[in-house]
């Protein structure tokens, strides 16, 4: 079997030549275009950049100025809220009688009153003063005297109580 030798006819040597020289041009053309959209891209991603260093400095200096007013805020925090609750012993034990826990509660929280609106760094510097000033009351309700222990004390904007009662 015999190859016809195209390539010594100048009808095929031209067409031959054309597609290389056509192949060559049109890979120059898609080397210009490519070359042209990687410097677009390669422009875009540097202006990205410098923009995303701006927005990180903003940022950092938002946080800044947040952690300062966060501290300064919380120099000034004040108690605005206080919250007596009872152990789950002492609702048992006094579960017959709510009425009393209520009124226990009520006297507490009468006794904390004063400390409403001041700030929590004077309550926590003076806390077991305020503790001291709950278990160092007798509370006498329906001709009983009732004594609270103090078992936790949460202070925060809200100064929370965890009472045990016992009774004499």
Do not use: C
Not at 72 to 87: C, R, S, Y
Not at 98 to 119: D, I, S, V, W, Y
Not at 156 to 166: D, G, P, Q
């Amino acid at each position: 079997m015999h190859v016809p030798p195209y390539y010594k006819k100048p009808e095929w040597q031209q067409f031959l030549a054309g597609a290389a020289i056509g192949a060559l041009l049109g890979w120059i053309v898609f080397l210009f275009i490519h070359g042209e959209t990687q410097d677009i891209q390669a422009s875009k991603i540097n202006h990205q950049s410098a923009e995303i260093r701006h927005l990180k400095q903003r940022i950092d200096v938002m946080e800044e100025d947040y952690r300062t007013l966060n501290e300064t805020n919380e120099k000034k925090l004040k108690i605005q809220q206080i919250k007596v609750e009872f152990t789950a012993e002492a609702k048992e034990k006094y579960r017959s009688s709510a009425h009393t826990l209520h009124l226990l509660r009520q006297a507490a929280e009468e006794e904390l009153h004063p400390l409403l609106t001041k700030n929590i760094e004077e309550v926590a510097a003076n806390r077991t003063y305020v503790i001291k000033a709950i278990e160092n009351k007798t509370y006498t309700i329906d001709q009983r005297s009732y004594h609270l222990e103090v078992k936790e004390m949460y202070l925060y904007k809200t100064l929370e109580l965890l009472l045990v009662v016992s009774h004499e």
